[in-house]
Structures are given as structure tokens and as C-alpha cells.
Nanobody, 120 residues
Framework: QVQLVESGGGLVQSGGSLRLSCVAS????????MGWYRQAPGKQRELVAT???????NYADSVKGRFAISRDNGKNTVDLQMNRLRPEDTAVYYC??????????????WGQGTQVTVSH
């Protein structure tokens, strides 16, 4: 089992910045993918940014150039720095952890979610 604890989020004005953090604990695979997804009201959950233990970042087109993902493999943490936020970034953001076997997903885990609200 793996537990994900998120922090950060909140209310910010358009153009502002927020930082999300997530720490994973439990049975952590050496090779894994961690990152962030989000879900706005009435919409499906979508990828925001992910990064594998031994790989580079992967971003949704909508956040490229504004968001930056980083991780500390030794501490099993993943952060998301969100700059130049827009009202359309408003959503519940979920931390994501996925153990990998031969590069393939095994069973993703999700955090409880943290609300990000961007006002006009």
C-alpha cells in the first residue's frame, strides 16, 4: 500500500502563483511515475504533469511554460510550481503515484485532492 499526502493549493488571483507538494509513503517502487492530475467541475480528470524516476517531465499542452514539476526520488516527493495561473486552471488537483514494472503501469494511487481556485 502507498499513501499520498498533498499540501498547498488555495485561492489566488489570475496571474498569481501557487505550489503543490505531495509526499508518498509505504511500499514505494524504485521505478515509478509521480505527478499531478486535475478535475474541474463537470469535466473528466486530466493529466497536468508527470515525471518518472528516471525520466524527464511530461506536461499537458495547457500548462507548458507556466507550470514546473520537480521531484526528489530520495524523499519520494513531487512538487508542482504553478505560475501565471488562469481561471481555467481552477480544479481539484490530485497527486498521482504509479509503480512501474518494465516501464509499464501497475496500479496507480491517488491523493485525496487539493482545491485550486483562480479568481478573475
Amino acid at each position: 500500500q502507498v499513501q499520498l499526502v498533498e499540501s498547498g493549493g488555495g485561492l489566488v488571483q489570475s496571474g498569481g502563483s501557487l505550489r503543490l507538494s505531495c509526499v508518498a509513503s509505504g511500499n514505494i517502487f524504485r521505478l515509478n511515475e509521480m505527478g499531478w492530475y486535475r478535475q474541474a467541475p463537470g469535466k473528466q480528470r486530466e493529466l497536468v504533469a508527470t515525471m518518472r524516476t528516471n525520466g524527464g517531465p511530461n506536461y499537458a499542452d495547457s500548462v507548458k511554460g507556466r507550470f514546473a514539476i520537480s521531484r526528489d526520488n530520495g524523499k519520494n516527493t513531487v512538487d508542482l510550481q504553478m505560475n501565471r495561473l488562469r481561471p481555467e486552471d481552477t480544479a481539484v488537483y490530485y497527486c498521482h503515484y504509479d509503480p512501474l514494472m518494465k516501464g509499464e503501469s501497475m496500479a496507480p494511487y491517488w491523493g485525496q485532492g487539493t482545491q485550486v481556485t483562480v479568481s478573475h
